[in-house]
């Protein structure tokens, strides 16, 4: 016979909760931004994507960490983005319903395992927008690979668009993704 402390239990990991976010995840969401890219916002951009975007988060149902988001911009005419585009190109966005997705990062600890792939998918899949953008570092591979797995596109490279320490730039590449159901 076992008494129940004796047994070892186990709790399985439970699957993570994909939702969009509200107004007390932002702390989370803003820490996670802060640990895994050097685009930080303020906290008046945060709450400026929180009311005229979308953004996405991954919870952990037993303790309720948020692990990883993404953001998207519908309709962003007038942002940086969208101001350092050709004009050609500025033009062909201009006559399709768009949007930018304006971050996407997952806690380190929980990379790999598919979440940013998960929340890029639902992003994709629910969005009202013709086309959207994103830019990445042109060294940020691991995110290219991520985009291009999903159907995005090089579109151009953007010389110099980002900084990086001792007064460095780097180069950014434009991605796009059509969507097929709205075409
Ligand atoms: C990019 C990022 C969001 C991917 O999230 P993730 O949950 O780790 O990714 P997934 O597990 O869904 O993997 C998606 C694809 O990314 C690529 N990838 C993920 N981890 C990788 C790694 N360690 N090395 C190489 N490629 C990797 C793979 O192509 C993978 O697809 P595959 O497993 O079918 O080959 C995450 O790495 C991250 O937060 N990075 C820091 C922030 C960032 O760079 N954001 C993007 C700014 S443009």
Same mark, same amino acid.
């Given at each position: ?45 945060? @709450? ?6 979308? &953004?996405?988060?991954?919870? #952990?149902?037993?303790? =309720? !960490? %948020? ?28 006559? @399709? ?6 971050? &996407?990062?997952?806690?380190? #600890?929980?990379?790999? =395992? !598919? %979440? ?68």
């Amino acid at each position: 016979m076992h008494f129940l402390s004796d047994i070892n239990v186990v709790s399985q990991p439970q699957p993570l909760i994909y939702r969009l976010a509200t107004l007390s995840d932002l702390p989370a969401i803003i820490l996670i931004n802060q640990q895994t890219l050097p685009e930080n916002y303020s906290l008046s951009t945060w @709450n400026y994507l929180l009311n005229f975007g979308l &953004i996405y988060c991954a919870e #952990e149902p037993q303790t =309720q !960490k %948020i692990v990883g988001y993404c953001v998207e911009l519908p309709s962003f005419f007038g942002t940086d983005s969208f101001s350092k585009l050709p004009v050609v190109v500025q033009n062909w966005l201009g006559n @399709n319903s768009m949007s930018l997705i304006y971050s &996407i990062a997952v806690l380190p #600890e929980w990379s790999g =395992q !598919k %979440i940013g792939s998960n929340l890029l998918q639902i992003c994709l899949n629910a969005t009202q927008s013709k086309v959207v953008l994103l830019q990445a570092r042109k060294s940020n591979e691991t995110a290219q690979r991520l985009y291009l797995k999903y159907g995005f596109q090089y579109l151009l490279e953007y010389l110099n668009y980002y900084s990086l320490p001792f007064g460095q730039r780097e180069n950014a590449y434009f991605m796009y993704w059509q969507n097929l159901r709205m075409f």
